[in-house]
């Protein structure tokens, strides 16, 4: 559990407390989705004043891992404790039931509603204390750094296919799309983001995103792809992600538009791909499905002989392109449905805490990290993969440092929600 979800819990211990009821019916339900044993429970229920069991309740809900807030919260909304709920979600994230089919499906379709407030602008992001410019500093020698101190710092487009014809819809990349968001606003980027494109659409947004780039000159670009996906011709190096009407789009052929003709060679270029690379799921060397169902795939799960292939083209030479998938080759990524992609979620937080200091390559051995601590016999493994080529300076974010030294208002987002065709 996060410690901002411990310190909320124990800041309304006792409102908590006074407003939890069914006690007994929240811990059989943290049992049978594995969040607490019999033994924990028998320790919670073992004091016959309810108020007794729920002090014992929120105590040991806190230590009991990544996912145990969010557990909790569906459980107290599934058992009609809206009070209880609504002490932990009034200044956090309120969790709501999803409309898709909530009732029937049960109270595991859920996602974050976009009412919720994220952390302030101003502490969003670390800066460093001292305000020093990592990319300038002479421990970065021989390598060297990339420039980092354009203002805005970059361009950032993040685009997202939640709905996709004939396959589940993603539930959870809503919160993926504003968690990014934040992120690279925060980190000094213009940020566009779009939603639910068709192929025709898919090609014209990088088209357009290009020669936006090639025209404003920045330090860097940022690309964030996230859909359903699957393995490509070349499956040990490129994936197939999908637009919102089933057609395919090969990775390396978004990555070729950036290429040396449309973008400066001199400009680092970072691909972040939230998609499956194939059905294969990674579950270790032993394992079982206990059927909770929140956390889910990214990949291609229906058949469908009607996809089109965008034309691969073949490799030319790149430089400065950083490319990074949630997961390796042939196999699946995960999504949680409250709390969005596990990549996502890790990315998030590590960029948020580390950008001030520590280079890109450094936060993400961080990120693979994180994510092995959300790895379990329960929803399977996922391992990071990111690539280089021809990216060989260490690239900082420095965020909130300039070369101008200016206190510009931060870039803007836009966002854009064209209708399913």
Request: glycine share 6%; hydrophobic share 30%; proline share 4%.
């Amino acid at each position: 559990m996060e410690q901002y979800h411990r310190k909320l819990i124990n800041d309304n211990l006792v409102n908590l407390s006074y407003n939890t009821i069914n006690t007994e019916s929240i811990v059989n339900k943290l049992l049978e989705r594995g969040v607490i044993n019999d033994w924990m429970k028998n320790h919670i229920l073992k004091p016959t004043a309810e108020s007794e069991r729920n002090l014992k309740l929120y105590s040991v809900i806190q230590g009991r891992g990544p996912n145990a807030f969010t557990d909790l919260c569906i459980i107290l909304d599934d058992t009609l404790n809206k009070s209880a709920l609504g002490i932990l979600t009034r200044n956090n994230r309120e969790i709501v039931p999803s409309s898709n089919h909530a009732s029937e499906y049960g109270s595991d379709n859920y996602f974050i509603s976009e009412t919720g407030n994220l952390d302030d602008d101003e502490t969003y992001v670390k800066i460093h204390p001292e305000r020093l410019r990592m990319d300038i500093n002479e421990e970065n020698l021989p390598t060297g750094a990339y420039p980092m101190g354009s203002n805005p710092k970059g361009h950032a487009l993040i685009l997202n296919m939640n709905k996709i014809r004939n396959y589940d819809d993603r539930i959870g990349s809503n919160v993926d799309v504003k968690n990014l968001q934040k992120l690279f606003e925060c980190l000094g980027y213009v940020v566009q983001s779009k939603v639910d494109l068709t192929q025709k659409e898919f090609i014209k947004t990088i088209e357009e995103f290009t020669r936006k780039c090639h025209c404003e000159r920045t330090d860097s670009i940022v690309v964030f792809i996230m859909s359903h996906g699957e393995a490509g011709e070349n499956a040990s190096r490129s994936s197939d992600i999908l637009t919102t009407e089933g057609n395919k789009i090969n990775t390396d052929w978004i990555i070729e538009q950036f290429g040396p003709e449309k973008i400066s060679i001199n400009i680092p270029k970072l691909f972040f791909i939230q998609a499956c690379r194939g059905k294969n799921l990674d579950l270790g060397w032993r394992s079982f499905d206990n059927g909770n169902g929140r956390v889910q795939n990214d990949s291609t799960t229906t058949s469908n002989n009607n996809h089109h292939s965008v034309e691969t083209i073949p490799n030319r030479r790149y430089e400065n392109v950083f490319i990074a998938h949630a997961t390796i080759p042939g196999y699946g990524a995960k999504r949680d449905q409250i709390d969005g992609s596990w990549f996502v979620q890790k990315l998030c937080k590590v960029i948020r805490g580390n950008a001030w200091k520590f280079d890109l390559d450094s936060m993400m051995k961080m990120v693979d990290m994180e994510i092995r601590n959300l790895n379990s016999i329960q929803h399977g493994f996922q391992t990071v993969e990111w690539t280089y080529r021809g990216f060989n300076k260490k690239f900082y974010f420095n965020p909130g440092l300039y070369n101008d030294s200016s206190d510009n208002d931060p870039p803007t987002t836009i966002s854009i929600h064209p209708v399913d065709t």
